[in-house]
């Protein structure tokens, strides 16, 4: 098994043109990048929104729900729905993205929403009490206190995306999810482990790079970093992860 | 309507497959994650990497999993047991920092007074912390129970069978009957399943209701 595992990765056939292993991960990605971008238009100002302002929460809780829906049964029903009204390529394409789009929403408005909600209640007054306005309130204060949640839940959605990207091969979607559904239905099991181990690696890729991104974007007086930083309030030793103590962004994906 | 009434008993015959798939592996993972999250407590250096393992293995996609499994259990690919084996897993993920967050919460001064009415050890544990950390626990569990559930429809792409087949199945023969029955099932026993859990946790916590749900 190890060895037709090991053929398929050294095969060169497998490594060039529309059906290679670099072409389907850039498919990968790009479908991961247009979807994040369509989620977070509308994710990221609803959440600041919701968070800012304390209205209309039920939108949170509304987008949590969709959790309990089986993200295959998203796909299949959105495919049969819009494909045969979709011409070419299309009738897999829009659907698949819409799906993911709609699966990236909720960990980026709990996130986001989560984030703002949590900012420290006295920062918040200090900051009108300086005479700032709520917008200034907004972006220098609650966004910059909000972060470190704010990328959980962007590294949440992320890894969503990457998972049902991978399911949507099954309608039709390229990707890498491809080798997978085309080794099994081939019933060529190397290509579908090989098609597997480069899915998890690219989950586990990009989750590293995110949670890197992350340390350089959180304010060090957020995360403990700085020198003498008196948020470590916690007698034990170490700092923990202020990221996800609060919201549970995880979703099954 | 009309399906569902015609292939009532295929519907209840997945439903069962589903539940196993997705309950087994809770039991299995809540197993599991007890001694992970106990030692994360115990050992401050061990917090951080069950933390990152954790959260690493959750990273990992599921229809990716279920495809890996065989290449480290020796299976073959329409084995049950890999499905089991890839929720597990998940669950661990879900639970074992939950659990040590669980155990963490339990206030030191009750800790020393349960030693100093001379619990100790694993009496200790089983007798005061964990049932201190029952509701942080059952928080964990219930999301790991949504989740299972609504992941384990994807093994139906492995071959494995259980509710996702309708999913499948209606999609390729276009049957709209039996697309949605497969997503309003799938959506009610993760329904029914959290329900156990949150019934599960009151009936473990007594304390809680008689002093009006704030301890």
New interface residues.
Partial sequence: MIGSLLAWFTDPANWSGDDGIPYRLWQHLWYTAVTMLVAALVAVPLGLWVGHTGRARWLVSLANSVRAVPTLGLLLAASLWLGPKLPGDLAYVVPSIGVLAILAVPPLLAGTYGGIGAVDPSARDAAYGVGMRGRQVLWQVEVPNALPLMMSGVRSAVLQVVATATIAAYLGLGGLGRFIIDGIKLGDYAEAAGGALLVALLAIGLEGLLAFVQRRVVSPGLTGRAVGGSRNDDEREGREDPADATVDLRTPA | MDWLSSHWDEVVQLAGDHLYLAGIPLVVGLVLSVPLGWMAKRW?RAY?VV?TTT??L???????????M??ILGTQ?LDPINVIVAMSIYTIA?LARTVADGLKAVPDHVEQAATAMGYRGLRRLVGVELPLAVPVIS??LR?AA??????V??A????VAQ??NL??D??NR?I?GE??T??VA??LL??ALDALIVLGSRMLTPWQRAAGGHP
């Fill in positions: 401050s951080p933390v959260g690493l959750y990273t990992i996609p599921s229809l990716a999993l279920f495809v890996v065989p290449l690919i879900l928080a964990g999301v949504v989740s299972n559930v609504s992941i429809s994807v139906s792409i492995v071959g509710l996702g999913l499948i209606g999609f276009v709209w697309l949605i497969g997503i799938t959506v993760a329904l």
